[in-house]
Protein backbone atom coordinates (compact mmCIF):
# COMPACT_ATOMS: atom_id res chain seq x y z
CA UNK A 1 0.00 0.00 0.00
CA UNK A 2 2.67 2.41 0.82
CA UNK A 3 5.09 1.61 -2.03
CA UNK A 4 2.58 3.00 -4.48
CA UNK A 5 1.83 5.85 -2.50
CA UNK A 6 5.67 6.58 -2.05
CA UNK A 7 6.33 6.38 -5.60
CA UNK A 8 3.49 8.87 -6.30
CA UNK A 9 5.31 11.25 -4.30
CA UNK A 10 8.82 10.69 -5.18
CA UNK A 11 7.33 11.44 -9.40
CA UNK A 12 5.59 14.16 -8.17
CA UNK A 13 8.47 16.11 -6.36
CA UNK A 14 10.67 15.77 -9.58
CA UNK A 15 7.80 16.49 -12.01
CA UNK A 16 7.89 20.05 -9.44
CA UNK A 17 11.15 20.10 -9.46
CA UNK A 18 11.52 20.35 -13.27
CA UNK A 19 8.88 23.13 -13.76
CA UNK A 20 11.12 25.18 -11.58
CA UNK A 21 14.12 24.51 -13.32
CA UNK A 22 12.01 25.08 -16.62
CA UNK A 23 10.63 28.59 -14.95
CA UNK A 24 13.97 29.42 -13.63
CA UNK A 25 15.49 28.83 -17.06
CA UNK A 26 13.24 30.85 -19.06
CA UNK A 27 13.91 33.97 -16.75
CA UNK A 28 17.25 33.81 -16.95
CA UNK A 29 17.27 33.44 -20.49
CA UNK A 30 14.50 36.37 -20.57
CA UNK A 31 16.61 38.92 -18.78
CA UNK A 32 19.60 37.82 -20.67
CA UNK A 33 18.05 39.23 -24.50
CA UNK A 34 16.35 42.39 -22.25
CA UNK A 35 19.93 43.27 -21.53
CA UNK A 36 21.31 42.45 -24.68
CA UNK A 37 17.78 44.41 -26.34
CA UNK A 38 18.97 47.61 -24.40
CA UNK A 39 22.65 47.89 -24.16
CA UNK A 40 23.42 46.70 -27.64
CA UNK A 41 24.65 50.49 -28.78
CA UNK A 42 24.08 52.07 -25.88
CA UNK A 43 26.92 54.29 -25.01
CA UNK A 44 27.61 54.64 -21.36
CA UNK A 45 29.37 57.93 -21.91
CA UNK A 46 26.70 59.77 -22.94
CA UNK A 47 24.70 61.35 -20.30
CA UNK A 48 21.03 61.30 -19.79
CA UNK A 49 18.72 63.72 -20.24
CA UNK A 50 15.64 64.87 -20.71
CA UNK A 51 12.82 67.40 -22.20
CA UNK A 52 10.70 69.30 -20.83
CA UNK A 53 8.76 71.76 -23.58
CA UNK A 54 11.81 71.28 -25.75
CA UNK A 55 14.23 72.49 -23.40
CA UNK A 56 17.17 70.23 -22.03
CA UNK A 57 16.92 69.51 -18.66
CA UNK A 58 19.97 67.59 -16.84
CA UNK A 59 19.66 64.15 -15.13
CA UNK A 60 18.86 64.60 -11.60
CA UNK A 61 20.50 62.09 -9.49
CA UNK A 62 19.39 61.29 -5.71
CA UNK A 63 21.96 60.79 -3.53
CA UNK A 64 21.59 59.64 0.12
CA UNK A 65 23.96 58.20 2.67
CA UNK A 66 23.29 55.52 5.14
CA UNK A 67 26.06 56.00 7.84
CA UNK A 68 26.81 52.87 9.00
CA UNK A 69 29.19 53.17 11.42
CA UNK A 70 32.22 55.21 12.81
CA UNK A 71 35.38 52.74 11.71
CA UNK A 72 37.74 55.02 13.18
CA UNK A 73 38.86 58.48 14.14
CA UNK A 74 42.64 60.33 14.08
CA UNK A 75 42.65 63.52 15.57
CA UNK A 76 46.66 64.57 14.92
CA UNK A 77 45.65 63.33 10.78
CA UNK A 78 42.46 64.87 11.66
CA UNK A 79 40.80 61.97 9.56
CA UNK A 80 37.63 60.62 10.27
CA UNK A 81 36.84 56.74 8.77
CA UNK A 82 33.45 55.76 8.41
CA UNK A 83 31.58 52.87 7.23
CA UNK A 84 28.91 53.89 4.77
CA UNK A 85 26.04 52.70 2.18
CA UNK A 86 26.36 55.89 -1.07
CA UNK A 87 22.87 54.94 -2.30
CA UNK A 88 22.34 56.41 -5.66
CA UNK A 89 19.27 56.65 -7.85
CA UNK A 90 18.41 58.48 -11.26
CA UNK A 91 16.85 57.45 -14.52
CA UNK A 92 17.69 56.59 -18.02
CA UNK A 93 15.08 57.40 -20.76
CA UNK A 94 17.50 54.40 -23.13
CA UNK A 95 16.91 52.06 -20.71
CA UNK A 96 13.01 51.79 -20.59
CA UNK A 97 11.67 48.51 -20.84
CA UNK A 98 8.63 46.71 -21.22
CA UNK A 99 8.42 43.48 -18.92
CA UNK A 100 5.28 41.54 -20.30
CA UNK A 101 7.67 41.70 -23.55
CA UNK A 102 10.30 39.17 -21.72
CA UNK A 103 8.28 36.64 -19.97
CA UNK A 104 8.21 35.55 -17.35
CA UNK A 105 10.11 38.46 -16.11
CA UNK A 106 6.26 40.55 -15.36
CA UNK A 107 5.30 36.97 -13.87
CA UNK A 108 8.42 36.69 -11.16
CA UNK A 109 8.38 39.83 -9.86
CA UNK A 110 5.74 42.71 -8.43
CA UNK A 111 7.87 45.62 -9.94
CA UNK A 112 10.02 43.96 -12.78
CA UNK A 113 13.65 44.84 -12.59
CA UNK A 114 16.88 43.43 -14.03
CA UNK A 115 20.53 43.98 -12.48
CA UNK A 116 22.55 45.38 -14.78
CA UNK A 117 26.67 46.44 -14.10
CA UNK A 118 28.21 49.55 -13.80
CA UNK A 119 30.54 49.18 -16.54
CA UNK A 120 27.42 48.67 -18.91
CA UNK A 121 25.56 51.62 -17.82
CA UNK A 122 25.81 54.96 -17.48
CA UNK A 123 26.67 55.74 -13.89
CA UNK A 124 26.52 59.51 -11.42
CA UNK A 125 29.66 61.33 -10.94
CA UNK A 126 30.00 61.48 -7.76
CA UNK A 127 33.12 62.24 -5.54
CA UNK A 128 34.27 63.34 -1.78
CA UNK A 129 36.14 66.43 -2.09
CA UNK A 130 37.37 66.45 0.95
CA UNK A 131 38.82 62.91 1.14
CA UNK A 132 42.20 61.08 1.78
CA UNK A 133 41.28 58.49 -0.90
CA UNK A 134 38.77 58.91 -3.47
CA UNK A 135 35.27 56.97 -2.80
CA UNK A 136 35.95 55.40 -6.41
CA UNK A 137 38.59 53.38 -4.48
CA UNK A 138 36.76 52.53 -0.83
CA UNK A 139 33.40 52.38 -2.13
CA UNK A 140 32.08 48.93 -3.65
CA UNK A 141 31.13 49.02 -7.47
CA UNK A 142 27.99 46.82 -6.20
CA UNK A 143 25.82 45.61 -9.31
CA UNK A 144 23.02 48.45 -10.48
CA UNK A 145 19.04 47.61 -9.89
CA UNK A 146 16.82 48.55 -13.44
CA UNK A 147 13.69 48.89 -13.09
CA UNK A 148 10.75 49.11 -15.94
CA UNK A 149 10.43 52.83 -16.05
CA UNK A 150 13.74 53.39 -16.50
CA UNK A 151 14.95 54.09 -13.34
CA UNK A 152 18.05 52.65 -11.52
CA UNK A 153 19.24 52.44 -8.08
CA UNK A 154 22.75 51.53 -6.95
CA UNK A 155 23.80 50.94 -3.25
CA UNK A 156 27.99 51.01 -3.05
CA UNK A 157 28.90 49.75 0.81
CA UNK A 158 32.33 50.77 2.05
CA UNK A 159 34.89 53.51 3.74
CA UNK A 160 34.54 56.65 3.67
CA UNK A 161 37.99 58.62 3.96
CA UNK A 162 37.12 61.82 5.00
CA UNK A 163 40.05 65.40 5.79
CA UNK A 164 37.79 66.98 8.52
CA UNK A 165 38.38 70.52 9.78
CA UNK A 166 37.47 69.45 13.30
CA UNK A 167 35.77 71.96 15.56
CA UNK A 168 35.61 71.21 19.24
CA UNK A 169 38.77 70.58 20.11
CA UNK A 170 39.31 73.35 22.54
CA UNK A 171 36.87 71.63 25.13
CA UNK A 172 38.70 68.69 25.74
CA UNK A 173 37.64 66.23 27.01
CA UNK A 174 34.49 67.57 26.96
CA UNK A 175 32.42 69.50 23.88
CA UNK A 176 31.19 67.84 20.74
CA UNK A 177 33.71 67.83 17.89
CA UNK A 178 32.06 68.66 14.35
CA UNK A 179 33.38 67.37 10.39
CA UNK A 180 31.76 68.35 7.15
CA UNK A 181 31.49 65.93 4.65
CA UNK A 182 31.52 67.56 0.68
CA UNK A 183 29.99 65.61 -1.73
CA UNK A 184 29.28 66.28 -5.42
CA UNK A 185 30.35 66.05 -8.98
CA UNK A 186 34.17 66.08 -10.47
CA UNK A 187 33.27 66.28 -13.95
CA UNK A 188 29.66 66.67 -14.50
CA UNK A 189 28.07 70.43 -13.78
CA UNK A 190 24.83 71.24 -12.57
CA UNK A 191 24.17 71.77 -16.07
CA UNK A 192 24.34 68.27 -17.30
CA UNK A 193 23.88 66.73 -13.55
CA UNK A 194 21.81 67.72 -11.05
CA UNK A 195 22.24 66.50 -7.69
CA UNK A 196 19.68 66.42 -4.84
CA UNK A 197 18.90 64.66 -1.63
CA UNK A 198 17.51 61.39 -2.02
CA UNK A 199 13.43 61.90 -1.37
CA UNK A 200 13.09 58.68 0.58
CA UNK A 201 15.15 59.34 3.20
CA UNK A 202 15.73 63.14 2.50
CA UNK A 203 19.47 62.62 2.23
CA UNK A 204 20.65 59.86 5.00
CA UNK A 205 19.91 57.42 7.06
CA UNK A 206 21.96 57.03 10.42
CA UNK A 207 21.27 54.82 13.76
CA UNK A 208 19.52 57.34 15.05
CA UNK A 209 16.62 58.18 12.55
CA UNK A 210 17.03 59.64 9.09
CA UNK A 211 16.82 63.29 6.88
CA UNK A 212 12.68 62.71 7.41
CA UNK A 213 11.31 63.83 10.83
CA UNK A 214 9.30 61.19 11.80
CA UNK A 215 10.66 58.67 9.42
CA UNK A 216 12.93 55.57 11.17
CA UNK A 217 14.48 54.65 8.04
CA UNK A 218 16.54 51.43 7.69
CA UNK A 219 20.11 51.06 8.45
CA UNK A 220 21.17 47.39 9.27
CA UNK A 221 20.61 45.48 12.76
CA UNK A 222 24.42 45.75 13.79
CA UNK A 223 24.65 49.78 12.70
CA UNK A 224 25.77 52.17 15.46
CA UNK A 225 28.68 52.21 18.18
CA UNK A 226 28.61 51.06 21.13
CA UNK A 227 31.98 51.01 23.59
CA UNK A 228 33.96 53.50 21.31
CA UNK A 229 35.43 56.85 22.36
CA UNK A 230 33.50 58.91 19.95
CA UNK A 231 29.83 58.53 19.11
CA UNK A 232 27.85 60.31 16.34
CA UNK A 233 25.11 62.37 18.22
CA UNK A 234 23.53 64.44 15.10
CA UNK A 235 23.45 64.32 11.37
CA UNK A 236 22.56 67.14 9.21
CA UNK A 237 22.97 68.04 5.51
CA UNK A 238 22.73 71.18 3.64
CA UNK A 239 22.10 71.28 -0.67
CA UNK A 240 24.58 74.62 -2.09
CA UNK A 241 25.49 75.39 -5.14
CA UNK A 242 29.35 76.55 -5.87
CA UNK A 243 30.35 78.49 -8.85
CA UNK A 244 34.40 77.89 -9.46
CA UNK A 245 36.95 81.04 -10.69
CA UNK A 246 37.09 78.41 -14.35
CA UNK A 247 33.37 78.74 -14.98
CA UNK A 248 31.62 81.87 -13.60
CA UNK A 249 28.54 81.07 -15.12
CA UNK A 250 28.10 77.30 -14.20
CA UNK A 251 26.63 75.98 -11.11
CA UNK A 252 28.40 72.78 -9.45
CA UNK A 253 25.42 71.32 -6.75
CA UNK A 254 27.48 70.16 -3.59
CA UNK A 255 25.79 68.32 -0.20
CA UNK A 256 27.35 69.46 2.62
CA UNK A 257 26.66 66.62 5.37
CA UNK A 258 28.12 67.85 9.21
CA UNK A 259 28.25 65.20 12.01
CA UNK A 260 28.74 65.93 15.18
CA UNK A 261 30.65 63.51 16.97
CA UNK A 262 30.19 63.30 21.05
CA UNK A 263 33.43 62.00 23.24
CA UNK A 264 32.82 59.11 25.82
CA UNK A 265 32.98 61.57 28.27
CA UNK A 266 32.98 58.64 31.48
CA UNK A 267 36.15 57.25 29.73
CA UNK A 268 37.99 60.42 30.16
CA UNK A 269 36.20 60.95 33.53
CA UNK A 270 37.69 57.62 34.97
CA UNK A 271 40.80 57.42 32.81
CA UNK A 272 41.94 60.98 33.08
CA UNK A 273 40.10 63.24 34.56
CA UNK A 274 39.89 61.60 38.50
CA UNK A 275 43.10 60.22 38.61
CA UNK A 276 44.23 64.16 38.09
CA UNK A 277 42.40 65.76 40.65
CA UNK A 278 43.17 62.68 43.00
CA UNK A 279 47.10 63.52 42.42
CA UNK A 280 46.29 67.15 42.87
CA UNK A 281 44.72 67.26 45.86
CA UNK A 282 47.59 64.10 47.72
CA UNK A 283 50.35 66.37 46.12
CA UNK A 284 49.21 68.73 49.35
CA UNK A 285 49.33 66.04 51.78
CA UNK A 286 53.39 66.90 52.21
CA UNK A 287 52.56 70.11 53.91
CA UNK A 288 50.87 68.86 56.60
CA UNK A 289 53.77 66.49 57.64
CA UNK A 290 55.57 67.61 60.63
CA UNK A 291 59.05 68.40 59.41
CA UNK A 292 60.49 66.16 61.80
CA UNK A 293 59.86 63.12 60.16
CA UNK A 294 62.54 63.65 57.54
CA UNK A 295 60.27 62.26 55.01
CA UNK A 296 58.82 65.33 53.58
Not at 77 to 86: E, G, I, K, N, R
Not at 153 to 165: A, D, I, Q, Y
Request: net charge negative; hydrophobic share 40%.
Amino acid sequence: YFLPLLEELVAGSQAAAARNASTHGRLAAAETNLRSALLTNYDRLSTPSGEIDGQFTPVDVELGLNIYKIHSLDLPSSMLTLLVWMRESWKDDRLVFNASEYPPLADAMEHPWIRVSSGDVWVPDIELYNHEESVHETLSEEGIILYENGYLFRSRPGLMKVLCKFRGLRSFPYGTLKCVLELGAWVNPGTVQNISLRRTDCGFTWPGGTGCEGYAGTSGTESGMAFQEYVIDSVSVERKVIYFDCCLNTPWPTLLYTLELGRAESYYLAKLVLPVIILTYASFTPLFMSPETGER
